[in-house]
């Protein structure tokens, strides 16, 4: 019997009982929408704010679970409208529209399930189709667990696997992004999610590591999209995007949830377990430039166990295996941060780095529309979304407290504890446009925030000086004498330190932000290293020469309604730095991690919503932040 016979099936059975929708969408392509205007462009960028993974109905799992919200809704949502969540009630963001977003479906049997759930559709007449939507289905979720487990075989169900349904759906896809794309005001991508995993050996209940990506079009996509019923393995991926972009279509990926890759996402060896080459490093930086390094399902950017020496290493920490009960063991193959090392030790031993990656967040939501803000969070799933007692942040039953409170049953309260309300993607384009957007991803001028909009720039460069910090010719110079996030800084012969430049502006909905650090990892003689510097206080205060660390800004909150005291908070944050610890003979790299004063929970915000205590397992409080993509610096080799 295969191991994953018990695989995400208390989920799935309970997804499965969900009311009966037909399809509604047409998957009848229409033309694009009429060519506009030139849109004006900023050559000193503007930050805009988006997200690159979001799924709806024609996901497998999301139709199961289920979401009847189609790709058009999940539009509707970014540019300010309401939708009707699954579990029945409206939702809106809190804040304005977003400005870019790409609907990033599971590519594996692209809008097949609702077909399956649809009379007038011949799936619906398959065997499997009755098991697990016919009048007479016993067992819906065991059924189901069927379409699930082909995602990690890469082997389809012939009898549901239709790909010119598939096709159709793909192109139905592809058209509400061009009929909702809107130069100068709203970007839509065509996109979809590639959905890898491999089996976590072991005897006992069934796991799988995650290796998923999005897959982001710059403009024109093709008729026929790759997923992993093509081939499980990224780099076959990796060879049918240099076949689309041999063809004239600019394409990259995004990995995510590098946290639950049981240490594969950034492994030291190639899928088929081959050495890393040059080549491969060449060729996976051209194809996956960015990485997620937040989302519902966690943070990525590193654990406790790995950087026990930052304080702030345990930020929305999920601890399990994707759709498991199995809980995973961090490694320094899941995370950015040990990535970053790993990859400059690469490249100071043998010539190369394939983790030369900048940072974005997004959401991962399953009901077309992220919550993003923690005060109204509602959840990953209709399950999770359906009232604060299913995702556990209330004790069950009606209780007042969590005294004598049962255990969870079901895999979806175990975990949905720990997903998160994150997360935003951030760019810094000339334009709201679909190039230009793009493109900054393509150079990695990106952060990733974990929900509030606010804007992170950071550059280097040899000639900067402190007086920089207030000309009103501060971004032109930057760009024209140094590099921003995502860029290489070249080699210095001598022992002068390239100054940093480090500009961090809060969002007006959320929290004063508290400090801004930059984060440095480097490598020598192959061993790595990684320290963090405070280089902004709110405030005005300054940080320890000791510690490098900020003085405490006397922010609070009070647990009883979540009321905060801001402190010395502050609206913005402004510094330039050196490292007082540069080397210039060694490989190194810089990001920026910006932290707002502490906030409620969404847990938190249930519990004082509900007057119950917090859910005593989980934390109480979190300081929301964002990170930047760094800027690497290349060892002076004497030449």
């Known amino acids: ?13 309970l997804a499965a009982c969900a009311p009966s929708t037909q399809i509604t969408t047409d998957l009848e392509a ?10 004006d462009a900023n050559p000193t960028r503007n930050a805009y704010f988006g997200d690159v993974h979001v799924h709806t109905s024609n996901s497998f799992d999301a139709y199961i679970f289920g979401v009847r919200a189609t790709p058009d809704d999940a539009y509707r949502f970014a540019k300010g409208e309401a939708i009707r969540h699954p579990a029945g009630y409206d939702i809106k963001l809190a804040g304005p529209p977003l400005d870019f977003l790409a609907v990033t479906d599971h590519g594996e049997y692209l809008g097949v399930v609702p077909a399956m759930d649809t009379p007038s559709s011949p799936l619906s007449q398959t065997a499997l189709a009755q098991s697990v939507f016919g009048a007479d289905a016993t067992d819906p979720g065991t059924s189901f667990l069927r379409v699930g487990m082909t995602v990690v075989t890469g082997q389809e169900i012939e009898e549901i696997y239709d790909r010119d349904l598939i096709d159709s759906v793909w192109a139905a896809t592809i058209n509400s992004a061009e009929n909702n794309n809107e130069p100068g005001k709203f970007t839509a991508f065509s996109g979809y999610e590639f959905t890898s995993m491999l089996p976590v050996p072991g005897d006992g209940p069934a796991a799988a590591a995650n290796l998923h990506r999005n897959v982001i079009f710059r403009g024109e996509a093709p008729a026929r999209l790759f997923s992993t019923l093509d081939s499980t393995n990224p780099e076959d991926l990796w060879a049918w995007m240099e076949a689309q972009r041999a063809e004239g279509r600019e394409v990259l990926a995004i990995p995510h949830n590098s946290n639950a890759s049981n240490g594969q996402m950034f492994a030291l060896q190639t899928y088929k377990g081959k050495p890393l080459t040059a080549d491969y490093a060449t060729t996976r930086m051209r194809n996956e430039p960015l990485v997620e390094v937040s989302q519902v399902k966690g943070t990525s950017e590193t654990a406790p166990s790995l950087s026990p020496n930052d304080e702030w290493a345990d930020f929305e920490q999920y601890e399990f295996f994707i759709g498991s009960t199995v809980k995973s063991t961090p490694s320094a193959g899941d995370f950015v941060r040990p990535a970053y090392k790993a990859g400059l030790a690469l490249q100071e031993t043998e010539g190369f780095n394939p983790f030369k990656f900048g940072l974005i967040s997004s959401s991962d939501t399953h009901v077309a529309a992220a919550s993003l803000v923690e005060e109204f969070h509602w959840g990953k799933t209709p399950q999770d979304g359906a009232s604060p007692e299913a995702r556990r942040s209330v004790p069950p039953n009606g209780a007042k407290t969590w005294e004598g409170a049962e255990d969870p049953s079901t895999r979806r309260q175990i975990t949905a504890t720990q997903f998160s309300s994150s997360g935003l993607a951030g760019v810094w384009a000339e334009s709201n446009t679909r190039e230009a957007i793009f493109d900054a991803m393509r150079r990695k001028e990106t952060f990733g925030t974990s929900g509030p909009r606010m804007k992170v720039r950071f550059f280097a460069g040899l000639n900067y000086t402190p007086d920089m910090l207030d000309s009103a010719a501060l971004l032109e110079t930057a760009y024209a004498d140094g590099v921003p996030m995502g860029g290489q800084l070249e080699k210095v012969s001598g022992e002068t330190a390239p100054g940093f430049l480090v500009w961090a502006i809060r969002d007006p909905l959320s929290a004063p932000l508290q400090r801004a650090q930059v984060v440095k990892v480097w490598s020598d003689g192959g061993e790595t290293h990684e320290t963090i510097h405070d280089v902004a206080c709110s405030g005005g205060a300054v940080p320890d020469a000791t510690t490098h660390r900020c003085p405490d800004n006397g922010a609070s909150v ?14 913005e944050l402004k510094t330039y730095w050196q490292d007082p610890d540069f080397a210039p003979d060694l490989e190194a790299a810089y990001y920026v991690r910006v932290l707002e004063n502490p906030t409620c929970r969404w847990s938190t915000w249930d519990a004082v919503r509900a007057g119950t205590p917090p859910n005593p397992e989980l934390p109480v409080t979190l300081q929301e932040r964002a990170w930047s993509s760094p800027i690497w610096y290349a060892g002076y080799s004497g030449e």
């Open 1 to 13: 019997m295969s191991r994953f016979t018990g695989w995400a099936l208390p989920a799935l059975a």
């Open 30 to 39: 229409a033309p694009p929408p009429p060519a506009t205007a030139t849109v």
């Open 558 to 571: 009070d647990i009883s309604d979540c009321s905060t005291e801001p402190g010395t908070g502050a609206s």
